[in-house]
């Protein structure tokens, strides 16, 4: 149930024969529901839709638009992503938390998060979310992205159905139960060669990896080992690893305050990984 296996596995050449038997609509979700003045395009691909009103209210101005479709750059759809080249090495890093929602890490580390008016971006295990809805609601309700982490997060390799029914039951929950649409996804443990990741580019959606971890995975850290994991391979445009969920992760809640604290110290800003995205050059 963790990441805690990654095999270190680079992407060369992933095989997208298994496309040609998919097609966009059939794998989309419902319409929108919560967005209702929003265009309804059968064939347009969810992932780059907008969440735009078509006519905006004369009370648009006092009422904020939640952004519940967290879509990627053309340049970064089907493509492995471990880091973003950011312009002018702008010190911006991207906290990533996967495996959730849980209980009670992911609302222990929703307020340190709050407290320290931090977004982070959260790769979501389609059986917890199915566990925690209100969990998950207060998760987008408080401003962090969201990404696909697969139904069951398991690491076998797997037929093209079955990697199709792991990543469109999970949109299909997170999208239920949120109303979120997201087209970032994160392989369990980080494998790229299992059939999973390689249905997810079919989809066009950006496999997220990570450019540094914090190892919170690792049984045996005390969560101060975390925190210097992280503060010491921070980089521009780096994607932190964390978990919030798949076990006992109270060290990591431990963890997330000095993290927070110590790349702030060192001058890091934190966004969201479609934010990070939008400003690769
Ligand atoms: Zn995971």
Redesign the pocket.
């Known amino acids: 149930?963790?990441?805690s296996c990654w095999s270190g596995n680079r992407d060369k050449i992933m095989s997208l024969a298994i496309a040609v038997a998919m097609t966009a609509c059939s794998a989309n979700p419902a319409p929108l529901s919560k967005v209702k003045s929003e265009p309804q395009s059968q064939h347009s691909r969810y992932s780059t839709q907008k969440v735009t009103p078509a006519t905006p209210a004369p009370s648009a101005k006092s009422t904020t638009v939640k952004n519940l479709n967290f879509s990627v750059p053309v340049k970064f759809q089907g493509k492995t992503v471990y880091q973003v080249e950011v312009p002018n090495q702008e010190k911006v890093i991207a906290l990533t938390i996967?495996?959730g929602p849980w209980k009670p890490t992911t609302t222990q580390m929703l307020d340190i998060l709050k407290q320290n008016n931090v977004k982070a971006t959260f790769?979501w295990?389609g059986k917890t979310v199915q566990a925690h809805p209100q969990i998950a609601k207060r998760v987008v309700a408080e401003g962090h992205a969201i990404g696909n982490?697969t139904w069951n997060?398991g690491y076998r390799k797997v037929s093209p159905a079955v990697a199709r029914n792991e990543i469109e039951r999970t949109a299909r929950i997170i999208y239920q139960t949120t109303g979120v649409k997201t087209a970032l996804f994160?392989p369990?443990?980080?494998y790229l060669n299992n059939g999973l990741a390689a249905y997810a580019k079919s989809q066009k959606y950006s496999v997220l990896m990570w450019s540094q971890t914090s190892a919170d995975t690792d049984p045996r850290a005390k969560y101060q080992v975390f925190v210097k994991n992280v503060l010491r391979d921070a980089q521009p445009g780096g994607i932190v690893l964390m978990?919030d969920?798949?076990g006992n992760r109270s060290r990591t809640v431990k963890a997330l305050p000095g993290m927070i604290k110590g790349l702030k110290q060192k001058g890091y800003r934190f966004v969201t990984i479609p934010e990070l995205l939008a400003m690769s050059q």
């Open positions: 149930m963790t990441d996967d495996d790769f295990v982490h997060h994160r369990p443990g980080g978990h969920g798949g």
